[in-house]
């Protein structure tokens, strides 16, 4: 159990916060450097909730690679926790009340590369436990009252409420994982805000519930989508329309937690403030799952709310004066991927490797200049993804599209360097650079783009079923990330991926184009992928016929071909 006794005078890290960032940190810290002195702070006295706990349940591969590999916990996520049937999208059709009307995105199966969904209260019960075994000393109950940053840092606590017993400790480094508290960031100045308006509200419902039971029995070509009865229930499953998405995840301990994430320019705050209102809400735009609840509602556990969720920080790392922040403490950006433990996992790697390099007796000024600029642009990477997008949220000729160039992004690039741990070397990073940021800015074009063609095209279609293996370039991203490469390799590989997303761009903006009807370039004239757009006034200003860059033809002899395997006219029935 935590510690009861007093703290230490003196440790090499002081951690702000006991939760999940804060713990896995602990531990990564204690595996790479098992003498390094820690000290964290948590101001919950005991054990979590299981369930009615906390959001961020739902886990990629980057993060589920970090708790598996890195942390060593591979058993407990096998034993403890759900393991996961990947992200699956649902986007709406009529009225919503037949699943089996609804285009579906999804796996047929597990894919390489495993994920969980995670019952918070269990598994930061279990962190803590791993922590006071490895030798952190942990302390709950611990109010931080004041943190005066310097040389060494000083970190004030008080346990047992107003008046209780003052503590204070000096560190070498101070690490803020304090979440939404923000202690470090207010401190040094460094909050930042970002035009990503988006409110959330969630709840946790006893006893689960299996969306397969909203399709009719006799909808056989819904049942022969996903030969597994059942495999869908272990999704993150999300319900998309226009300006919203829920999501729907099981957990281990029972519950299953369901949440709506909302534009308010389509969905006012009022309408998901409240239980009441979010039911409400619920009926009227998902009316299947609303059915399910209404005869449910003494399963609700708990109602929890978070106005415009996303932000920014100005600076994550600091070399020179040793601190760091870690998980919600900096900048956090959309649940729609699941990309929160993820970028807990990539901050937990670049400080690890700053506070141990600098234990060693290395300046580490310039790294943690370096690991911050990355971080902070792969930050803006996702940003774009999510950024004045939700408008398009329920568009499947879009999203689709949309969901699979930003998953081959997060599988050949993001995913492709942590599963190799590369993204601290400082040599290797340099080298790829270049074409990380090629990535980014293909990224940025065709969310843009992604944009002006929904304006264009909001068509829907029905009865569709896309997979990861329907675009084997993609699919290939994904078992890159397991591959075990060496570093001439994976600069191939980092190359051949941007090469592949400038094609990709290339295709999608023909067939966006389509809707331009004789504006559309041809077929045979070279398009920039870096200038794609719809706006025909602006293709000369922007260079889309600089002379760089494909014709349809060039890009169709690349990997980038398999993406009209996903368009929607191949695969689906127009309304």
Same mark, same amino acid.
């Given at each position: ?436 940021? &090629?990535?980014?800015? %293909? =990224?940025? #074009? ?5 944009? !002006?063609? $929904? ?5 829907? *279609? &029905?009865?569709?079923? %896309? =997979?990861? #293996? ?5 699919? !290939?991203? $994904? ?5 075990? *490469?060496?570093?001439?390799? %994976? ?85």
């Amino acid at each position: 159990m935590p510690y009861e006794k007093n703290p230490a005078e003196d440790y090499d890290v002081a951690i702000l916060g006991g939760g999940l960032a804060g713990l896995t940190l602990g531990l990564q810290l204690k595996a790479a450097r098992p003498e390094i002195s820690i000290f964290t702070a948590e101001k919950r006295p005991g054990l979590a909730p299981e369930a009615a706990f906390k959001v961020g349940e739902s886990t990629q591969a980057v993060a589920c690679n970090y708790f598996g590999e890195v942390l060593g916990l591979t058993d407990h996520m096998e034993k403890r926790q759900v393991r996961k049937s990947g992200l699956r999208f649902w986007f709406s059709a009529g009225d919503n009340r037949n699943l089996a009307e609804r285009v579906e995105l999804g796996g047929t199966g597990h894919l390489p590369a495993p994920s969980w969904q995670f019952d918070r209260g269990r598994f930061e019960n279990f962190l803590m436990e791993e922590n006071v075994k490895a030798g952190v000393d942990v302390f709950q109950g611990a109010f931080i009252t004041d943190v005066e940053v310097g040389d060494p840092h000083v970190v004030t606590i008080v346990r047992g409420g107003p008046g209780g017993e003052e503590s204070k400790v000096k560190a070498r480094w101070l690490v803020d994982a304090s979440g939404r508290a923000f202690i470090l960031k207010r401190k040094l100045g460094l909050l930042e805000d970002n035009n990503h308006n988006v409110n959330s509200s969630w709840f946790r419902v006893a006893g689960g519930m299996d969306l397969e039971d909203w399709a009719p029995q006799d909808e056989e070509d819904f049942w022969t989508r996903v030969p597994e009865r059942g495999f869908r229930k272990n999704s993150t499953n999300h319900l998309c329309g226009k300006g919203y998405w829920m999501w729907m995840i099981p957990l281990a301990s029972g519950p299953i937690s369901i949440g709506i994430c909302a534009d308010p320019r389509f969905h006012p705050w009022e309408r998901m403030d409240t239980l009441e209102h979010a039911l409400d809400w619920i009926r009227e735009y998902e009316p299947q799952l609303g059915d399910a609840l209404d005869s449910r509602l003494d399963d609700v556990e708990d109602f929890l709310k978070v106005q415009h969720f996303s932000y920014g920080c100005k600076q994550e790392f600091d070399g020179a004066k040793r601190w760091a922040l870690v998980g919600e403490a900096g900048a956090f950006l959309d649940p729609f991927y699941s990309p929160g433990s993820d970028f807990i996992s990539i901050a937990n790697t670049l400080t690890t490797d700053l506070i141990t390099r600098d234990l060693d007796g290395e300046d580490v000024t310039e790294r943690a200049a370096a690991h911050d600029d990355l971080y902070l642009n792969l930050y803006l990477a996702g940003l774009a993804q999510y950024e004045d997008q939700y408008v398009f949220w329920g568009n499947p000729v879009v999203m689709s599209l949309k969901i699979v160039a930003n998953n081959f992004y997060y599988w050949g690039v993001l995913g492709l360097l942590f599963f190799h741990r590369k993204l601290a070397d400082l040599d290797l990073m340099a080298e790829v650079r270049p074409d990380v940021e &090629r990535t980014w800015a %293909i =990224t940025k #074009q065709l969310e843009a783009l992604f944009r !002006e063609w $929904h304006d264009l095209e909001e068509r829907e *279609y &029905r009865r569709a079923m %896309i =997979t990861p #293996q329907g675009f084997p370039a993609m699919f !290939e991203r $994904h078992t890159d990330m397991l591959a075990g *490469y060496d570093d001439d390799r %994976i600069k191939a590989r980092l190359r051949e991926t941007a090469d592949i997303m400038e094609a990709m761009a290339v295709i999608i903006f023909h067939r966006a184009a389509r809707n331009l009807g004789d504006a559309a370039p041809g077929d045979d004239t070279k398009i920039n992928p870096y200038a794609v757009s719809l706006d025909p006034e602006r293709w000369e200003q922007d260079g889309l016929f600089s002379g760089k860059g494909l014709t349809l033809a060039e890009a169709r002899q690349t990997g980038a071909a398999g993406v009209e395997n996903l368009f929607m006219e191949a695969i689906a029935q127009p309304v």
